[in-house]
């Protein structure tokens, strides 16, 4: 596709509650393998997620949706490394964990959907992680929220126009992609959906469904 990957192995992070996965999850990884020439996402479920209450389903079962959503989808791995740490589970421990595995030269990214960038400022560290990796913010139908100052000041000079640029470096840039399929899929309202016993065909793979289907999960419990 014409991407050089000479300036050191092209991998990102694309974290989560991942409760469920859902395909707008797992069609958002696909498409920015394609888009940004990676040779893996690691799809990495938030043990304890700092900024939400905790999800009813625990993360190792979170964990095993995931890996039933990926079968045997090339370059997504399901990561279970926040989960195998204690402690509430901060995007720059991870990055800074992935950074560690793949070398200094490596072109880390942590991929976000636009909802989850907005709120950026508020996360822990988030200089950091514009120390350790790349930010690539993913549109998503139904969020244009302008971006509030404090994420403004936080992104400043920092964004560029195509991943040519942004690869130049290691870490430290900004880029927003428009993928080809945006798709109106939120974990929330698959679980309003299981939780009243209504249909989520087609919003997630089947072997998901399938599995919570026959654990009953999300049933009547929000
Ligand atoms: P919830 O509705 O419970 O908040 P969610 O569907 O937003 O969940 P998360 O597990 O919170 O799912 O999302 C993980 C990451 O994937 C976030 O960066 C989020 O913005 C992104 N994401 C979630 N759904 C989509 C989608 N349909 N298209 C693109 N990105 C998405």
Redesign the pocket.
Known sequence: MGISVSDGVRVAM??????PV?L??LR?AVELVDALGLERVHMIPAHQPPLREAPGVPSHERLTLLQHGIGDTPRLVADDREIRRDGPSYSADTLASLRAEYGESARLVMA?????FLKLAGWHQPQRLFELAHLVV?E?PDHHQPLPDTLGELIAGREVDDPAALFATPAGGLLRLSLPT????????V?QRLCYGGSVRYLLPEAVERRIMALGLYRHER
């Open positions: 694309l974290g989560g509650t991942f409760d859902h707008g999850h958002s976000l959907g636009h909802d989850a993913i998503r945006r798709m109106a899929i939120s974990a929330t309202e679980r």
